[in-house]
């Protein structure tokens, strides 16, 4: 049984950082893998905030120069460093994963699912 496992949310203020990491059970982030993260605003749809490929990165517009995915294919652990954290910001975040090599900021892409872990971003 595939789990994936968020941790590392909580409560910031503006221009503050965070780091989540997403932990698999059950479940090898391979190299050949697409893995992401997500997130839900109050009230709104989930959006992609940044993936990875078998062919490259990819993020949101509102999150380049801030954010940065990176993966531990040693410790099988998805991380999203976050800075300069905004008010907007503000979201339940959730990783994803998928065994295929392309993938987009379609949520249909993404086979399997964390619980999220919530970010609150203070002005």
């Known amino acids: 049984q595939v789990q994936l496992v968020e941790s590392g949310g909580g409560s910031v203020q503006a221009g503050g950082s965070l780091r989540l990491s997403c932990g698999a059970s059950?479940?090898?982030?391979?190299?050949?893998?697409?893995v992401g993260w997500f997130r839900q605003p109050p009230g709104k749809e989930r959006e992609g905030v940044a993936i990875i490929g078998r062919y490259g990165t990819t993020y949101a517009d509102s999150v380049k120069g801030r954010f940065t995915v990176s993966k531990d294919n040693a410790k099988n652990i998805l991380y999203l460093q976050m800075n300069s954290l905004k008010p907007e910001d503000t979201a339940m975040y959730y990783c994803a994963a998928v065994r295929r090599a392309y993938c987009s900021f379609n949520t249909q892409d993404f086979e399997y699912w964390g619980q999220g872990t919530q970010v609150t971003v203070s002005s």
């Open positions: 059950g479940y090898i982030f391979y190299s050949s893998d697409c």
